[in-house]
């Protein structure tokens, strides 16, 4: 049974970094792709960003894309967000997930999900 693991969350103030990791185990994702999405208290899930199966960044949201990066692992079974310039607005949990289609990873509509670690960025 596959798994993803988020670890790497926790406080920071805001303009801080954090870097969120993800694990996969059970099965292989290096010919998947993977990637974030978050959600904030009181809103629906969205998404961050994903790369495709072969490693390269295939894209990030617009609120994110000049602060955060997501890549993978030299195994490819890993996937990291680095995030920079943290804001209050970026609290949320954040989710690893992956599919097999990057256009799944895009629309929201991943077949594997993690089970979020919580950010919290105080101002």
């Known amino acids: 049974q596959a798994h993803l693991v988020e670890s790497g969350g926790g406080l920071v103030q805001a303009g801080g970094s954090l870097t969120l990791s993800c694990a996969a185990s059970g099965r292989t994702f290096s010919s998947y792709a993977m990637g974030w999405f978050r959600q904030a208290p009181g809103k629906e899930r969205e998404f961050v960003g994903t790369?495709?199966?072969?490693?390269?960044?295939?894209s990030l949201a617009d609120a994110v894309k000049h602060r955060f990066l997501v890549f993978r692992g030299n195994d490819k079974n890993t996937v990291l967000l680095q995030m920079k310039n943290l804001k209050p607005e970026d609290t949320a949990v954040y989710y690893c997930a992956a599919d097999r289609y990057v256009v799944s990873m895009r629309d929201g509509r991943p077949e594997y999900w993690g089970q979020g670690t919580q950010v919290t960025v105080s101002s």
């Open positions: 790369t495709r199966w072969s490693g390269e960044t295939d």
